[in-house]
C-alpha cells in the first residue's frame, strides 16, 4: 500500500504520525478496519451478474462483466493482505 511512498514519510503517509508511543494501538485499529473489510469482502466475493435477458447478446457482456468484478475482488484482497501484513508488523 505505501510502497510508493519514500520511506522517510511512510509513517505519516497515512495521516497518522505512528512513533513509539501509539504503534500498537495503531496496529490494532489497522486489524480491527481489516477485519471490516475483509469480512465484506467475503460477503460480496461471489456476486456475480445474471445475464441481462433472453436474447443472445447477452451472454458476451455477463461474462466481462463477472470476470471484471473477479479481477476487482482479487486486487482489493490484495490491497487488505498488504495493509494486514504491515500492522502485524
Known amino acids: 500500500m505505501l510502497s510508493n511512498v519514500p520511506a522517510r514519510f511512510a509513517e505519516t503517509a497515512a495521516g497518522t504520525a505512528i512513533d513509539r508511543e501509539n504503534v500498537?494501538?495503531?496496529?490494532?485499529?489497522?486489524?480491527?478496519?481489516?477485519?471490516?473489510?475483509?469480512?465484506?469482502?467475503?460477503?460480496?466475493?461471489?456476486?456475480q451478474m445474471g445475464r441481462c435477458g433472453?436474447?443472445?447478446?447477452?451472454?458476451?457482456?455477463?461474462?466481462?462483466?463477472?470476470?471484471?468484478?473477479?479481477l476487482l475482488v482479487a486486487s482489493f484482497q490484495r490491497e487488505v493482505d498488504s495493509v494486514a501484513d504491515a500492522a502485524r508488523r
Open 24 to 47: 500498537l494501538k495503531v496496529g490494532q485499529v489497522l486489524l480491527t478496519e481489516i477485519g471490516r473489510l475483509q469480512q465484506v469482502l467475503n460477503d460480496n466475493s461471489l456476486a
Open 54 to 70: 433472453g436474447d443472445l447478446v447477452s451472454e458476451d457482456p455477463e461474462l466481462a462483466f463477472n470476470e471484471r468484478a473477479t
